[in-house]
């Protein structure tokens, strides 16, 4: 072979690639292959539950007796747990997560010494359990177990067969309610008394899926939940004088409500305005209570949910009105609160802000499930879970909105969708603050409605020591969290939505992932490749820009020339992508003659360099050139989207 052809051959292998890549290097790592995984029998590669698709549940009965002296809970529980994986199960994990409160937990631990929201410095409590039983067949025994953290292992003398095999746990305990919950639960005294919150307080059978068999990784404080779906039998009994409110449907009204409240409920159910279930003046009144008794028993069931919750106070006032929803439907949307809580420019609308979110997500994406939806105020500042949300009672106006809307979107994102809280924060808190824009300004007319100016967030989406989307939350920076988890993800579906596929292919894709994955558990990997299966849309170099990076975005225009230099020739028009983060272009064209023109660049521009030149039919002298006039992208160097004539300067 030719020495000399060899030497170019070698030179046009070696040389070429890195010149070519010195001139495109800010954005050729964006478009290589984002690996989402492929077809398997339980995930198809285009994103939804394959033909094999399964997943494990769990039922639960549930006693529960209210202390308030002790501000202690007594619960037995019987768990049915029924293994529908191919695979036969030689022990099982519960997730004890009350045990965050125990100093010696591992969140205990890496609590700050000055506190945080997901920490109680000031508490040592958790759960103590008293007996704990397995029964399979006729077999009933007491396992051997092992404490990992918040995680209970029993390990079981036969193993759960594959395919439908069963077994029953029954668990005796108590724990004492924390008066701070890290945020999730808690108590409250108010002038008539205290307002517990309680969440979190009862053993759950971990998740063992196909993607990580068990789910294990321990409750430290931010990172949330992943639970199973399931029906929940439970009751509660509490001192006759307390109101209880809870997850899911109240099956003995005639037991727990006076007549009057039962009317007043049946009016309700029938009234799209507020009906008071318990008035201002009734509060803490004999009248307002069953009388003839010292303790009353609240029971509940809840059918397929991933979790409950309830409240319990002497000092609700308690309104109701009725939710709409699709096929002539409905639902009842309640609040209770506190005196301290009452007005119309605070509490006394919230049954109000309960029912506009309902109604429109339930037009938006898939309908509301459940008989009952309820807002109790209380310590908590926001936390949601199936059918009932914890806010805080000092919530007023457009901040009351604001947590209401954002906690109940929150039963589509992750109660329907059952994502993996603990691991993926931003697929149901992201999801959720981007359906709470398009809430808020349907709400009233828009009442507390303002646009979200995307440069106007660039310095806090795009901070040097922000993490990455797809960072699991404990390990986000505190700080960071609410960038990480909930902004940012919000944004890049905004984005999406407006200006890369368009609002109406965006929510058929948006919606059909909601109901490919309603009551399932769907991993970011379904996500994506839901999206871009229903909108036909290539995605990767989205995906990879926003949610597994951190990269920036700076487009600019650079010049303006004419052909010849004459204006009717048409003019070349050179932008350039400075910085990772590629974006479609949207381009505004003013002309002397006093026309303007918007032109759009697919995102495929960028595909060969940082650099491109477009010919525009100008008829006149250009006067001005704006990339991104509506602000619709995060640039982070706004300044030199803007190309002027000296004349214009």
Known sequence: MNYRYVLTLLLAVFITPTLYGQQSNTVQEAFLPFETGGSTEYRTAGGAPGDQYWQNSSDYEIDAQLNPEEHQVKTSIKIQYTNNSPDNLEFVWLKLDQNLFDDDSWGAKLTPYRGSRFGNKTFDGGINLQNVSVSQGESTYEPETHAVDTNLKLNLKEAIAANGGQLTIAIDY????????????GRLNTENGIIYQVAQWYPRVAVYDDVKGWNTLPYLGAGEFYTDYGTFDYSITAPSEYVVVASGKLDNPADVLTKEQQKRWKKAENSDERVYIINKDEVGSKESRPNGRDKLTWNFTMENAR????????????????????????SLAMSVYPKESAGDTAWGRSTEYVKGSIEFYSNYLKKYPYPTAVNVAGTVGGMEYPGIVFCS?????????????????HIWFPMIVGSNEREYAWMDEGFNTFINNLSTKNFNDGEYYSKRDMRGLNNWLTGKNSEPILTAPDQVQPGNLGIVAYYKPAMGLQILRQSIIGPELFDEAFTAYVDRWAYKHPTPDDFFNTIEDVSGRELDWFWRGWFEKTWTMDQAVDSVNYIEDKPSNGALISISNNNKLVMPVKMEITQANGT??????????????????????????????????????????????????????
């Open 174 to 185: 108590t724990f004492t309610i924390p008066e701070y919950g890290s945020d999730r639960l």
């Open 307 to 330: 979790d409950i919750a309830w409240a319990a106070s002497k000092s609700f006032i308690w309104d109701a009105a009725r939710i709409n929803l699709p096929d002539g439907d409905q």
């Open 393 to 409: 009672w000092k919530a007023t106006e457009g901040g009351l909105w604001g947590v209401t809307d954002h906690e109940f979107g």
């Open 596 to 649: 303007t023109e918007t032109v759009r660049l697919p995102v495929q521009v960028w595909h060969r360099g940082n650099e491109w030149t477009m010919k525009y039919e100008s008829t006149s002298e250009i006067t001005k050139v704006v990339i991104d006039p509506q602000k619709e992208f995060p640039d982070v160097k706004p300044a030199n989207n803007i190309w002027t004539t000296s004349s214009e300067k």
